[in-house]
Protein backbone atom coordinates (compact mmCIF):
# COMPACT_ATOMS: atom_id res chain seq x y z
CA UNK A 1 0.00 0.00 0.00
CA UNK A 2 1.55 3.24 -1.21
CA UNK A 3 1.42 5.49 1.76
CA UNK A 4 2.75 9.52 2.25
CA UNK A 5 3.41 10.86 5.81
CA UNK A 6 3.64 14.72 6.25
CA UNK A 7 5.90 16.48 9.03
CA UNK A 8 6.85 19.88 10.28
CA UNK A 9 4.01 21.89 10.64
CA UNK A 10 3.61 24.55 13.16
CA UNK A 11 2.63 28.06 14.49
CA UNK A 12 5.03 30.75 13.46
CA UNK A 13 5.88 34.06 13.10
CA UNK A 14 5.07 35.92 10.23
CA UNK A 15 8.32 36.31 8.34
CA UNK A 16 9.66 33.48 9.27
CA UNK A 17 10.56 29.51 8.20
CA UNK A 18 9.53 26.38 8.41
CA UNK A 19 10.19 23.03 6.43
CA UNK A 20 7.96 20.20 5.51
CA UNK A 21 8.66 16.89 5.08
CA UNK A 22 6.30 13.86 3.18
CA UNK A 23 8.14 10.16 3.64
CA UNK A 24 6.82 8.35 0.91
CA UNK A 25 6.37 4.45 0.26
CA UNK A 26 5.96 1.96 -2.16
CA UNK A 27 6.39 2.99 -5.57
CA UNK A 28 5.30 6.47 -4.64
CA UNK A 29 8.93 8.45 -4.93
CA UNK A 30 9.33 6.51 -8.49
CA UNK A 31 5.84 8.89 -9.34
CA UNK A 32 6.50 11.03 -12.77
CA UNK A 33 5.80 13.96 -10.36
CA UNK A 34 5.55 14.91 -6.36
CA UNK A 35 3.47 18.52 -5.30
CA UNK A 36 2.57 20.71 -2.65
CA UNK A 37 -0.81 21.74 -2.01
CA UNK A 38 -2.89 23.69 0.37
CA UNK A 39 -6.02 24.22 1.79
CA UNK A 40 -7.27 27.25 3.87
CA UNK A 41 -11.17 26.74 6.13
CA UNK A 42 -13.59 27.56 3.68
CA UNK A 43 -11.23 27.62 0.64
CA UNK A 44 -10.54 25.41 -2.63
CA UNK A 45 -7.61 23.36 -2.30
CA UNK A 46 -4.74 24.82 -4.17
CA UNK A 47 -1.29 23.86 -6.11
CA UNK A 48 1.75 25.47 -4.08
CA UNK A 49 4.98 23.39 -6.10
CA UNK A 50 6.03 20.30 -8.02
CA UNK A 51 8.84 18.38 -8.75
CA UNK A 52 9.78 16.09 -11.46
CA UNK A 53 10.91 12.05 -10.54
CA UNK A 54 14.22 13.21 -11.99
CA UNK A 55 14.01 16.70 -9.41
CA UNK A 56 15.24 18.76 -12.69
CA UNK A 57 11.95 19.98 -13.07
CA UNK A 58 10.38 22.52 -10.36
CA UNK A 59 7.27 24.75 -10.76
CA UNK A 60 5.43 26.75 -8.24
CA UNK A 61 2.45 28.73 -8.13
CA UNK A 62 3.05 32.66 -8.36
CA UNK A 63 2.33 33.46 -4.52
CA UNK A 64 4.98 31.26 -2.85
CA UNK A 65 7.45 31.66 -6.38
CA UNK A 66 11.02 33.30 -4.34
CA UNK A 67 9.72 32.18 -1.13
CA UNK A 68 9.39 28.13 -1.14
CA UNK A 69 11.65 25.78 -2.40
CA UNK A 70 10.49 22.04 -3.22
CA UNK A 71 13.11 18.98 -3.32
CA UNK A 72 13.11 15.46 -3.25
CA UNK A 73 15.81 12.98 -1.72
CA UNK A 74 14.84 9.51 -3.64
CA UNK A 75 17.49 7.72 -1.33
CA UNK A 76 16.18 9.30 1.64
CA UNK A 77 12.21 8.62 0.13
CA UNK A 78 11.33 12.08 1.26
CA UNK A 79 9.68 15.20 -0.32
CA UNK A 80 10.62 19.01 1.13
CA UNK A 81 8.95 22.25 1.17
CA UNK A 82 11.45 25.02 2.24
CA UNK A 83 9.26 27.78 3.28
CA UNK A 84 10.67 31.01 4.01
CA UNK A 85 9.11 34.84 4.08
CA UNK A 86 5.92 33.27 5.62
CA UNK A 87 2.98 35.57 5.62
CA UNK A 88 -0.66 35.26 7.28
CA UNK A 89 -1.74 33.99 3.97
CA UNK A 90 0.31 31.15 4.07
CA UNK A 91 -1.95 29.58 6.75
CA UNK A 92 -3.54 26.26 5.65
CA UNK A 93 -3.75 22.67 5.75
CA UNK A 94 -0.47 21.54 3.68
CA UNK A 95 -0.96 17.94 1.79
CA UNK A 96 2.04 16.01 -0.28
CA UNK A 97 0.65 14.22 -2.86
CA UNK A 98 2.32 11.78 -5.73
CA UNK A 99 1.44 11.47 -9.85
CA UNK A 100 1.99 9.00 -11.88
CA UNK A 101 1.73 12.01 -14.96
CA UNK A 102 1.71 15.06 -13.84
CA UNK A 103 4.40 16.36 -15.77
CA UNK A 104 3.27 14.32 -18.89
CA UNK A 105 0.03 15.91 -19.11
CA UNK A 106 0.94 19.18 -18.15
CA UNK A 107 -1.14 19.77 -15.61
CA UNK A 108 1.16 19.63 -12.31
CA UNK A 109 -1.01 22.54 -10.89
CA UNK A 110 -3.99 20.51 -11.00
CA UNK A 111 -4.99 18.61 -7.71
CA UNK A 112 -7.11 15.70 -9.89
CA UNK A 113 -3.96 14.73 -11.49
CA UNK A 114 -2.77 13.25 -8.21
CA UNK A 115 -3.89 9.99 -6.80
CA UNK A 116 -2.01 9.41 -3.76
CA UNK A 117 -2.30 12.00 -0.71
CA UNK A 118 -0.79 12.86 2.68
CA UNK A 119 -3.30 13.62 5.46
CA UNK A 120 -1.62 17.09 5.91
CA UNK A 121 -0.22 19.18 8.53
CA UNK A 122 -1.11 22.25 9.52
CA UNK A 123 1.00 25.46 9.06
CA UNK A 124 -0.29 28.55 11.20
CA UNK A 125 1.38 32.02 10.74
CA UNK A 126 0.74 34.67 13.07
CA UNK A 127 0.60 38.15 12.90
Known amino acids: QVQLVESGGELVQAGGSLRLSCAAS????????MGWFRQAPQKEREFVAAISRGMVVKNYADSVKGRFTISRDNAKKTMYLQMNSLKPEDTAVYYC????????????????????WGQGTQVTVST
Open 26 to 33: GRTISADA
Open 97 to 116: AASASAFYSGHYYSAGQYEC
